[in-house]
Nanobody, 114 residues
Framework: QAQFAESGGGLVQPGGSLRLTCAAS????????MAWYRQAPGKQREFVAS???????TYIDSARGRFTISRDNALNTVYLQMNSLKPEDTAAYYC????????WGQGTQVTVSS
């Protein structure tokens, strides 16, 4: 059974924006910090951003100032607003807990290209 349902990816030009959405079960959402991860072709999956149940956020250096993670506790949903996208942001994006406690969902593909 899928633990996470990611959506919102797509093809966007450099400098564009996308908003990713991840729905999780209430049991997971209430118990854990949530995070976004990404995996580019030929590379290992990496952490992008996390948010605690109370709203404290953490970002990798390359995302800070461009990406914003947020969560809606009533909807069991976590978001990743991505602005000023660059070709190097191209990857499959996944959500999961932080730290990792669950198997991966299908992810959502983000492609930044002109």
């Amino acid at each position: 059974q899928a633990q996470f349902a990611e959506s919102g990816g797509g093809l966007v030009q450099p400098g564009g924006s996308l908003r990713l959405t991840c729905a999780a079960s209430r049991a997971i959402f209430n118990a854990y910090s949530m995070a976004w991860y990404r995996q580019a072709p030929g590379k290992q999956r990496e952490f992008v951003a996390s948010i605690t149940p109370g709203g404290r956020t953490t970002y990798i250096d390359s995302a800070r100032g461009r990406f914003t993670i947020s969560r809606d506790n009533a909807l069991n949903t976590v978001y990743l607003q991505m602005n000023s996208l660059k070709p190097e942001d191209t990857a499959a994006y996944y959500c999961n807990t932080w730290p990792l406690t669950r198997s991966w969902g299908q992810g959502t593909q983000v492609t930044v290209s002109s």
